[in-house]
């Protein structure tokens, strides 16, 4: 939907006062039917703030020669645009008009959605003010938090949109996470341990990668889960009746945190528990991989680390 245009125009108001108002047959609410470029005054010669993208709504107060006296509710910003790219559209959602709430906390971080959750143009549940619907493993880069008025916090992004904060995970804060989230120390002996927020739920020993695969570090998450499958090397480059080859059958539990194959998994062929022993995944015993399987899902944040 609507973006915030540069920080010169968000620093630019123009006096109301100077501009026509609009009249009974005019639109009050337009939506941008491409990219409209917005100016500080009604001229193409005028000092231009970058283009507004295509399906972003703005009230109009007034109109001049060809062009129109906007305000993007979102952004608060006002700017000229040329009336031949808006069309009429529905007012907004009230919450859009809502002045946004102070923020508790300002920062500038990047989080996961780990459960599906809305991204809202106002800190509330109700229906009216959803903008869309973010499925698990949406990365989002995240400005401040603040408080809804039933008391429950929510994430402001960068677009200005709000995201419930106990459907993200935020790899710099960590401690304020409400939710499941896995990590794993690749120093030996190696251990998964998985955390609801900041308490410590179940840990074990897990095979972990050796060679010239170890398990990648860094912050991932659940992407793809296979209950029984069969392993073949082929799939990664390496022959399956050549040197480190293998084809394993009743691969159970396996839960994939990387595009590459990397997963968390049943490991009946290896009991090196602790140790380097795999290409790249966390082998872990039938008792641990059938308990990860029940308790973690799509989006729950992998943490890897030594």
Request: hydrophobic share 35%; proline share 9%; glycine share 8%.
């Amino acid at each position: 939907m609507r973006r915030r245009l540069t920080c010169a125009l968000s620093a630019f108001v123009l006096l109301l006062a100077v501009v026509p108002a609009v009249s009974a047959d005019q639109p009050t609410w337009v939506v941008t039917l491409n990219p409209v470029p917005a100016y500080g005054a009604p001229s193409e010669d005028a000092t231009s703030f970058g283009n507004m993208p295509a399906n972003t709504t703005l009230q109009v107060f007034g109109y001049q020669g060809d062009f129109a006296y906007v305000m993007d509710p979102r952004a608060k910003t006002y700017a000229y645009v040329p009336s031949d790219g808006l069309g009429p559209t529905d007012p907004p959602s009230p919450y859009l008009l809502k002045p946004a709430p102070k923020l508790t906390e300002e920062f500038d971080t990047s989080g996961v959605v780990t459960d599906p959750a809305p991204m809202s143009v106002y800190p509330t549940w109700a229906d009216d003010a959803v903008d869309r619907q973010l499925n698990p493993n949406t990365w989002l880069t995240l400005t401040g938090q603040a408080t809804a008025d039933d008391g429950t916090t929510w994430y402001r992004t960068d677009t200005g949109d709000y995201v419930p904060t106990d459907a993200m995970f935020v790899p710099a804060r960590a401690d304020a996470f409400t939710g499941h989230w896995l990590d794993v120390d690749l120093s030996v002996p190696a251990r998964v341990t998985a955390y609801e927020g900041e308490s410590e739920v179940n840990s074990f020993l897990t095979i972990i990668g050796a060679g010239p695969r170890p398990t990648p570090v860094g912050v991932f998450t659940i992407l793809r889960r296979v209950a029984n499958e069969t392993m073949n090397s082929d799939t990664i480059g390496i022959p399956r009746n050549g040197p480190g080859g293998y084809y394993l059958t009743g691969v159970l539990f396996t839960q994939y945190f990387t595009n590459d194959g990397a997963s968390l998994h049943y490991n009946y062929w290896s009991s090196v528990w602790g140790y380097p022993g795999s290409h790249g995944c966390l082998g872990l015993t039938y008792n641990d991989s059938a308990w990860l399987w029940g308790w973690a899902h799509l989006g729950t944040p992998v943490v890897i680390h030594y």
